[in-house]
């Protein structure tokens, strides 16, 4: 029994060894990475830093999106009810101001304007019967043959014919601007982008039967914010990007409330085409790349954000922890690196705005951070001038 227990106490002496020479050998990699000799080398390597400087606050680029627009899109229909007897145009089609596009059947009205034609006539006849017989009794009375009476009844029936007639002709009014609500016309030059109805096709007044477009300059109506939209002026130049190309345009109104649904300030931008700017600043032509209602447009604009922080080039960033970055610090006296951890409010893609434990000054490595740890001493420092005040775009 006391073997066993003496073999067991061996046994477990023996492992705890074992595990604490495992656990020697095997200990912070990252704290032994370097040899003597490799630190050596690391420590006279050149360490590019550069100084920082605390701001108040920092500018970033925005992208404003809007629509490119008709100046004029209407739907269009016929001012009555009928039945459509003809479309003189479809689809994609391009019209002119005035153009005949739809009639309605008319076979009602033409009827009906025949009658009333007839009894125009017959309302003439009489008037003009009346007219006889009243200078007929109007002379007889002038020879004392017959009495005023008379000749006062022959006048009201002048009257009553004369009457008779316009009321025919005030109902051929009518009927005449009914037939020319039978027919539907463009109201400007432009293009038809949508049919709704076909031959055939009842339709009611208002319905829709045709979307035109005019042939006008086209337009983005952006939504900016107040302190970008106030300082635009009615006629002002500026630069839009339409499908990747430099599209210049001037500024033809801004609205004075906001939008409620956005709160931005609509501002519209008449598109200066068919000219494009190129990145070189010259001008372009766009026939191979129309551009077309629907297409998105994006203005660039520069907005200040109160933010206090310090710009830094992107190469100065280190893996951190909890979505936190690592920058690394030199001490000006001893040269002694410490890390700081820094949060990244916004980035241009080559330099980044970082609040966080630094301060005004501070020496900053800005590349080379992955051969470098905490506490490690470096000697060759070049302080880097470069300017990053304001390094935004």
Same mark, same amino acid.
């Not at 954000?305 to 936190?324: F, H, K, M, Q, V």
């Given at each position: 029994?006391?073997?066993? /227990?003496?073999?067991?106490?061996?046994?477990?002496?023996?492992?705890?060894?074992?595990?604490? %020479?495992?656990?020697?050998?095997?200990?912070?990699?990252?704290?032994?990475?370097?040899?003597?000799?490799?630190?050596?080398?690391? &420590?006279?390597?050149?360490?590019?830093?550069?100084?920082?400087? *605390?701001?108040?606050?920092?500018?970033?680029?925005?992208? /404003?999106?809007?629509?490119?627009?008709?100046?004029?899109?209407?739907?269009?229909?016929?001012?009555?009810?009928?039945?459509?007897?003809?479309?003189?145009?479809?689809?994609?089609?391009?019209?002119?101001?005035?153009? %005949?596009?739809?009639?309605?059947?008319?076979?009602?009205?033409?009827?009906?304007?025949?009658?009333?034609?007839?009894?125009?006539?017959?309302?003439?006849?009489?008037?003009?019967? !009346?007219?006889?017989?009243?200078?007929?009794?109007? &002379?007889?009375?002038?020879?004392?043959?017959?009495?005023?009476?008379?000749?006062?009844?022959?006048? !009201?029936?002048?009257?009553?014919?004369?009457?008779?007639?316009?009321?025919?002709?005030?109902?051929?009014?009518?009927?005449?601007?009914?037939?020319?609500?039978?027919?539907?016309?463009?109201?400007?030059?432009?293009?038809?982008?949508?049919?709704?109805?076909?031959?055939?096709?009842? /339709?009611?007044?208002?319905?829709?039967?045709?979307?035109?477009?005019? &042939?006008?300059?086209?337009?983005?109506? %952006?939504?900016?914010?107040?302190?970008?939209?106030?300082?635009?002026?009615?006629?002002? &130049?500026?630069?839009?990007?339409?499908?990747?190309?430099? *599209?210049?345009?001037?500024?033809?109104?801004?609205?004075?409330?906001?939008?409620?649904?956005?709160?931005?300030?609509?501002?519209?931008?008449?598109?200066?085409?068919?000219?494009?700017?190129?990145?070189?600043?010259?001008?372009?032509?766009?026939?191979?790349?129309?551009?077309?209602?629907?297409?998105?447009?994006?203005?660039?604009?520069? =907005?200040?954000?109160?933010?206090?922080?310090?710009?830094?080039?992107?190469?100065?960033?280190?893996?951190?922890?909890?979505?936190?970055?690592?920058?690394? /610090?030199?001490?000006?006296?001893?040269?002694?690196?410490?890390?700081?951890?820094?949060?990244?409010?916004?980035?241009?893609?080559?330099? *980044?705005?970082?609040?966080?434990?630094?301060?005004?000054?501070?020496?900053?490595?800005?590349?080379?951070?992955?051969?470098?740890?905490?506490?490690?001493?470096?000697?060759?420092?070049?302080?880097?001038?470069?300017?990053?005040? =304001?390094?935004?775009?």
């Amino acid at each position: 029994m006391a073997q066993n /227990v003496s073999k067991i106490i061996a046994i477990t002496m023996i492992s705890f060894a074992l595990l604490t %020479l495992l656990m020697l050998s095997s200990g912070d990699h990252k704290a032994v990475a370097f040899t003597e000799n490799e630190l050596k080398v690391l &420590n006279n390597a050149k360490v590019n830093v550069v100084r920082t400087i *605390v701001q108040s606050d920092y500018t970033k680029q925005q992208l /404003v999106y809007g629509q490119v627009q008709a100046a004029q899109q209407t739907l269009i229909g016929f001012e009555r009810n009928g039945i459509v007897a003809k479309l003189n145009v479809e689809n994609g089609s391009k019209v002119e101001k005035g153009e %005949l596009l739809a009639l309605l059947d008319t076979a009602r009205i033409r009827s009906q304007k025949q009658e009333l034609e007839a009894e125009l006539n017959k309302a003439n006849a009489e008037a003009k019967l !009346a007219e006889l017989s009243q200078q007929r009794v109007r &002379n007889l009375v002038q020879n004392k043959l017959e009495s005023e009476q008379r000749l006062d009844e022959e006048s !009201a029936r002048v009257d009553a014919a004369k009457a008779q007639v316009a009321a025919v002709q005030a109902k051929l009014l009518t009927l005449q601007v009914a037939f020319d609500k039978s027919m539907l016309f463009a109201p400007y030059s432009g293009q038809i982008i949508s049919q709704f109805i076909d031959v055939g096709t009842p /339709v009611s007044t208002g319905q829709g039967v045709f979307e035109i477009i005019d &042939n006008g300059p086209l337009e983005v109506h %952006l939504g900016l914010p107040k302190s970008t939209a106030f300082t635009l002026e009615p006629q002002q &130049n500026i630069v839009l990007d339409i499908r990747g190309e430099k *599209v210049s345009g001037t500024v033809k109104s801004i609205s004075s409330n906001r939008t409620l649904r956005t709160r931005t300030i609509e501002s519209v931008i008449t598109l200066d085409l068919p000219d494009l700017v190129s990145q070189e600043g010259e001008s372009q032509n766009i026939a191979s790349q129309e551009i077309v209602p629907g297409d998105l447009a994006s203005f660039s604009l520069m =907005r200040s954000i109160d933010e206090t922080g310090i710009w830094l080039p992107i190469s100065s960033l280190a893996n951190g922890i909890r979505g936190l970055w690592t920058v690394f /610090v030199v001490d000006e006296n001893d040269g002694i690196l410490t890390s700081r951890l820094v949060s990244i409010e916004y980035s241009d893609g080559t330099h *980044v705005y970082v609040k966080g434990a630094l301060k005004e000054n501070d020496l900053v490595v800005i590349d080379g951070t992955h051969r470098l740890t905490p506490e490690q001493t470096v000697s060759n420092v070049n302080i880097v001038n470069i300017e990053l005040a =304001r390094v935004d775009k």
